[in-house]
């Protein structure tokens, strides 16, 4: 994972109160958000702050200014985007994830209903 997570850790290890009301469940209920955020954030800077500096201090010892600052921000804003693109379809994998066991544990729960339903009209 991005350096950002290790700085979120001590943030998430805290214990907070905005607990999923009513669940049975101890998470935190916007905790994948902002992982997803900071990690984000992480692929986004990270790559091209270094970029930045690499490109200054290459221009800086071979004297090529502005060519090779230019070439190292451009390499380390594809590298931006395709660690973006990742986390983002990992993301999606996990929103998808979850949506399908939601909707299997609703799908169980209406056919415990219809069960019980079925159960009183055969009693009436």
């Known amino acids: 994972m991005c350096a950002p ?5 001590l943030f998430f290890s805290m214990k907070k109160l905005d607990r999923v009301p009513n669940s049975g469940e101890n998470k935190v209920w916007w905790r994948p958000a902002l992982l997803t955020f900071f990690q984000m954030s992480g692929w986004i800077g990270i790559p091209v702050i270094g970029g930045l500096f690499l490109g200054k201090w290459l221009d800086d010892r071979y004297g090529t200014e502005p060519w090779l600052f230019i070439t190292t921000v451009g390499v380390a804003f594809i590298i ?9 379809f990992k ?3 996990l929103i998808e994830k979850d949506s399908n066991n939601k909707n299997k544990k609703l799908i169980c729960f209406q056919h415990e209903i219809g069960k019980y339903k079925d159960e009183y009209l055969d009693k009436e």
């Open 5 to 9: 997570q290790s700085i979120c850790g």
């Open 91 to 93: 993301a999606m994998r």
């Open 80 to 88: 931006s985007m395709i660690g973006i693109i990742k986390e983002a």
